[in-house]
């Protein structure tokens, strides 16, 4: 991760970078043995936090199948750190929106969100969760989930591949490690089906 | 069949009668339903197969499937029909008292076509909120999110537990009465929505004494798509897509049903390299729903590495589907006259080298689970299903057949090449839980077994018949049983001749195995909830559609 554009009128950003100080006293104190490693802390933090995402099992439909099939032998999920499903939304950190949202389900859905704890994060698994996939047309279906919560990754698909599953829960890692965690940005305020403030 | 013919004509002498359906076919007056309905029942017609709704523009009507639960020579199955002009206040007189579950049909007939029926005991709305406006499957509903929005608020409780009932009074107007469905000092346990070990989003409100469960009242709609109203839209080939979407484990099946039906209404000839393929295809498809079926029981009851034993060699499925048709899952592999492609020239080696591993593995399945102490004491002595509640509730398939029933649609009406092998038809007596759990393993060697004797002696030819580009269906009524893994799957179409349907409708299985949940767990304990419910292995979305 690099130093970004730090604003302070003193001091220039590539004085940041000058660390030559600190450079000598870790070689002193590796010379005398003792084994020594610099990392920043909010790098620290989301390399825990990105190897330990907790997912919440939630499927509503044939996505869940291939979420099953994930978390199974042949593809394994627990090599990324995914491996604890939580049954409890308190407890999780990531929802995997797996499934068709209809009209009846959408308030649970949001009261499920609503529950889980700070950083939290959300993935649209399959065609019905990014848009009403097949069923766009129906009378009954929510036509992306995107309107009742806000999205971090889409995995398209139909349902998507178990491949696809992994490679959408890597780009959430990768999400991850960039955060700043003791500046997490603010989640856009979804209701009535308009996004309102927020950067996303 | 004629006998039939005049024994209804004698019941209800208005009654008319199709020429030249496909099953005896009677339409009559609302009067002489019940009259004719306990008729029937008294002959031995005491399965009732499906109930359709159905808006014909002028009137609004209700179509019943009735079949025996002991058909004697072959399928037989009697088609009455009714209908009611009266658009505003429709009332049909219930058959729920005669077939109980029809308790739940009539609900969801009310739900789409806004059919009252008289002195049902509970004519609550099935799938969707009871502030839902209007009665979506009539042809005058207008689509109108300003009417009804996407809801912000989970319901009150109150808004679902009060239970309107409706009576004739003297001068014949309908009289509404509402009582509750439950007692302010009853103890209630929500179980799901969202509930790992509810198999998909199933409400179910529980009356709890203590530990012992006294009532389940299950609630769905929480993934209805609205499938059968968007296949009236749709031409024929493009249903095909939205019937895999229904039971996700069984979606050859599924589709394989609706095929048939398209096949035999337009009577297009399927070529026997075809039958042969997607029989094959069938009995992967089941092997690869009952070990999930299994893995999931398991691990519903604790037991992860069992869960991830049933999924590992569930892959070995997929990798042999993948190689065919490209899909995993959504196997997208039959269509309308045979099958897609041809089938991959390592598709044979593949599974005749699946075969005897499979066999390895349920005998390691055995060692592992089945003779294991703790969990044959805890599947055994619990979730009685008795053969007639089995009946009564048409609960068909692998539970079906854990209680005695005799329901395979491969026996009864033997379809592609099911007349061509030979198979057991597993039946258990017991009808607990250890039998729905041993029935599923059981009918894994059936499946293999079934494969085994196909697999040499896929005829060569053509895997497609020619179809033209546009199918339209004569004007009629189809109907199409197929056996999925979870039951008597049911393909009904309508079609007034054009290209896309006039009125579609899946009979599914898994309605009944829910409903079954209320006289099986009754004085059961909670704890052993669960593990019931994963003993009968339904899948929701084929229930909400």
């Keep these: 991760m690099e130093v970004k554009d730090i604003k302070i009128k003193s001091m220039k950003t590539e004085d940041f970078k000058d660390n030559e100080y600190l450079q000598q006293y870790i070689e002193e104190l590796q010379k005398d043995g003792l084994n020594i490693a610099t990392e920043k802390l909010d790098d620290l933090i989301n390399w825990g936090r990105s190897n330990s995402v907790w997912p919440f099992t939630f499927a509503t439909s044939c996505c869940g199948i291939e979420f099953m099939c994930v978390a199974a032998a042949r593809h394994d999920f627990a090599r990324f750190g995914w491996e604890v499903t939580r049954n409890s939304p308190r407890q999780a950190d990531v929802i995997f929106v797996s499934g068709t949202i209809t009209y009846k389900m959408a308030p649970v859905l949001k009261r499920l969100y609503d529950q889980m704890a700070e950083p939290k994060y959300v993935i649209a698994v399959g065609g019905c969760s990014i848009s009403g996939g097949p069923f766009k047309e129906s009378y009954h279906v929510v036509n992306g989930v995107d309107k009742i919560i806000p999205v971090d990754v889409y995995i398209p698909g139909c349902p998507p591949r178990p491949e696809a599953m992994l490679y959408g829960m890597m780009q959430l890692q990768r999400k991850i490690k960039l955060e700043n965690f003791f500046k997490l940005p603010k989640k856009p305020n979804i209701s009535n089906g308009q996004t309102e403030g927020g950067n996303k | ?545």
């Design chain 2, 1 to 545: 069949m004629d006998n039939m013919q005049k024994y209804i004509q004698t019941l209800a002498p208005k009654a008319q009668f199709e020429e030249g359906g496909q099953y005896l076919t009677t339409t009559i007056e609302p009067d002489a339903l019940r009259k004719v309905a306990t008729g029937l029942k008294e002959k031995g017609f005491d399965y009732l197969m499906c109930l359709t709704g159905m808006d014909y523009k002028e009137s609004l009507g209700v179509i019943y499937h009735i079949s025996s639960s002991n058909p004697k020579e072959k399928e037989t199955v009697i088609v009455l029909k009714t209908s009611t002009t009266n658009r505003e206040e429709p009332a049909i007189p219930t058959v729920s008292d005669i077939w109980e579950i029809a308790t739940y049909y009539e609900r969801e007939a009310y739900d789409f076509y806004g059919i009252i029926f008289v002195n049902h005991p509970d004519m609550r709305r099935l799938f969707l909120r009871e502030d839902w406006v209007g009665f979506p499957f009539r042809k005058d509903y207008v689509v109108n999110d300003e009417i009804n929005p996407v809801p912000t608020k989970v319901p009150d409780p109150d808004d679902y537990e009060a239970v309107p009932s409706y009576s004739l009074n003297k001068e014949g107007k309908l009289v509404k009465k509402t009582k509750s469905l439950f007692e302010n000092k009853d103890y209630i346990v929500n179980i799901g929505p969202q509930h790992p070990s509810t198999h998909g989003v199933l409400h179910l409100r529980t009356k709890l004494e203590g530990e012992i469960i006294k009532h389940i009242d299950p609630h769905f709609g929480y993934i209805h798509r609205g499938i059968e109203k968007m296949c009236e839209s749709m031409t024929y080939p493009q249903m095909l897509y939205l019937t895999e979407r229904l039971d996700y484990l069984c979606g050859t099946m599924n589709r394989h049903g609706l095929c048939m039906c398209i096949e035999k209404a337009a009577g297009i000839e399927v070529p026997a390299r075809a039958q042969y393929i997607r029989t094959i295809f069938d009995e992967l498809t089941r092997i690869a729903s009952h070990l999930i079926g299994w893995a999931c029981m398991c691990n519903d009851m604790g037991s992860i590495t069992a869960f991830i034993y049933g999924m590992r060699d569930r892959e070995k499925i997929m990798d042999i589907y993948e190689e065919t048709a490209g899909g995993r899952l959504m196997v997208n592999y039959y269509v309308v006259g045979g099958v897609a492609q041809d089938i991959h020239p390592n598709f044979v080696n593949r599974v005749k080298e699946f075969i005897p591993y499979m066999r390895k593995m349920i005998e390691e399945y055995h060692t592992l689970f089945t003779h294991n102490p703790i969990a044959a004491g805890r599947m055994k002595d619990c979730g009685f299903l008795t053969k007639e509640q089995a009946v009564a509730l048409g609960v068909t398939g692998p539970s079906g057949r854990a209680s005695g029933w005799s329901c395979d649609v491969r026996k009864i009406a033997p379809y592609a090449a099911y007349d061509k092998v030979k198979f057991d038809e597993m039946l258990h007596q017991g009808g607990g839980t250890f039998d729905r759990y041993m029935i599923r393993l059981e009918e894994i060697e059936q499946s293999l077994r079934i494969i085994e004797q196909l697999i040499d002696n896929i005829p060569e030819g053509d895997c497609r018949a020619k179809v033209p580009a546009i199918i339209k269906l004569p004007a009629g009524e189809y109907y199409q049983r197929v056996e999925n893994a979870r039951g008597d799957f049911g393909v009904y179409i309508n079609s007034t001749g054009d290209k896309n349907p006039y009125r579609v409708k899946f009979r599914s299985p898994c309605l009944s195995l829910v409903t079954a949940l209320d006289p099986m767990c009754t004085e059961q304990k909670i704890a052993d909830l669960i593990m019931i419910s994963g003993s009968l292995d339904y899948v929701i979305p084929c229930i909400d559609r």
